[in-house]
């Protein structure tokens, strides 16, 4: 097994004012050519936008983007036509392909919105661009992990051009769940929403991140009351 390990307080991190923003990996102004990327895995921001705030029409090709509302309500429009408002218990992708632009703005007047936006590489460039969006609400589980995200369309959640496995997780204090790793020649980052838990003896707080690989299964141990997202990807990028 090999590990690499990110504690919350060593992530990068700006403060526009309207918009916080924290960086796992390297991005926008923030690079350290350590954490660059954990295999396929490429950008993994925590943003809090201010009400009434947001990012302006933006492109991106040849990257698939998934979008988890923590908190709170954000708008989202496009070259494609789409104009949907993903909301806490939501998960969105975009498969930016041959390219697309996009807005995305919190609508509300009194409140922040706190939301996880995660890029991954694909594994074929060029695609025609593509949007979908969905409610966990049917296939959330509690002390479970459950699929939010695969590489297949009449799978369970979103889908993605990559052999990526995104699922989440909300636990107890005191219950202990295992992963299952899809593919032998993956690697799983996981990252803690809410509370503290162990993650195959590692001890985890917070927004702290775990990069495992060369693993048959992760087992997890929630602490406190918990929440976790795990992100199974290949740990070669090949495209």
């Given amino acids: 097994m090999k590990t690499i390990f990110h504690k919350a307080e060593t992530r990068g991190s700006a403060d526009h004012g309207w918009l916080k923003t924290y960086h796992t990996f390297s991005f926008a102004n923030y ?3 350590e954490r660059v990327h954990f295999g396929t895995l490429r950008v993994l921001n925590d943003d809090y936008v201010a009400a009434g705030k947001g990012f302006g029409m933006h492109p991106h090709d040849n990257m698939e983007i998934i979008t988890i509302p923590l ?4 708008q989202h429009k496009d070259n494609m036509g789409n104009q949907e408002i993903i909301r806490e218990g939501d998960v969105q992708v975009m498969s930016a392909g041959t390219g697309v632009y996009h807005s995305e703005f919190n609508p509300n007047s009194d409140k922040a919105v706190q ?6 590489f694909p594994n074929k460039k060029n695609v025609k661009p593509r949007y979908d969006q969905i409610s966990l609400e049917d296939i959330k589980r509690d002390n479970e992990f459950y699929q939010i995200l695969s590489p297949d369309s009449k ?3 979103v889908w993605i051009h990559q052999d990526a496995w995104f699922s989440l997780g909300k636990c ?7 992963y299952q790793l899809k593919r ?3 690697g799983v980052y996981a990252f803690v929403i809410e509370g503290e838990v162990t993650v195959n003896d590692k001890p985890l707080k917070k927004r702290d991140g775990l990069g495992i690989w060369d693993v048959e299964e992760l087992n997890v141990v929630c602490n406190t009351n918990a929440r976790l997202l795990l992100m199974e990807v290949p740990m ?3 495209n």
Avoid: F, H, R, S
């Fill in 31 to 33: 690079y350290d050519p």
């Fill in 115 to 120: 939301l996880l936006q995660i890029w991954v």
């Fill in 155 to 157: 799978d369970q959640g």
């Fill in 172 to 178: 107890e204090a005191g219950k202990e769940a295992t």
């Fill in 71 to 74: 908190e709170g309500d954000l």
């Fill in 236 to 238: 070669e990028i090949k």
């Fill in 184 to 186: 032998a020649e993956n």
